[in-house]
């Protein structure tokens, strides 16, 4: 397993949690990272990206302003993190953790895949 997320669950409207992803430093050091979501019946919806770097960021923008992403490459592995506040009903899905094969942040090249936690917000 390349990617692997963690730290989903069950919330109400209005909590926060905080989405982890655990990934190789001799494999990602240099690719942007990011997360994407899927709910059922829904097409899949990026939400954050970061460089390689932390230098840069991307949001959609029904997240700014609630959501951020960061990532840690001072040890062996990358953390990359999301952190989720004032979360909604509608941001109920599956997020998976992504990496790219470009260094910037966007919406673009992403390659790798984890497996996905599940976040469900109740109202």
């Known amino acids: 397993v390349q990617l692997e997320e963690s730290g989903g669950g069950l919330v109400q409207a209005g909590d926060s949690l905080r989405l982890s992803c655990a990934a190789s430093k001799r494999i990602f050091s240099s690719r942007a990272m990011g997360w994407v979501r899927q709910a059922p019946g829904k097409e899949r919806e990026f939400v954050a990206a970061?460089?390689?770097?932390?230098?840069?960021?991307?949001?959609a923008d029904s997240v700014k302003g609630r959501f951020t992403i960061s990532r840690d490459n001072a040890n062996a592995q990358i953390t990359l993190s999301l952190q989720l506040n004032n979360l909604k009903p509608e941001d109920t899905a599956t997020y998976y953790c992504a990496a790219s094969w470009r260094p910037e942040a966007g919406t673009r090249g992403y390659d790798y895949w984890g497996r996905g936690t599940q976040v469900t917000v109740s109202s």
């Open positions: 970061i460089s390689w770097n932390a230098g840069d960021t991307y949001y």
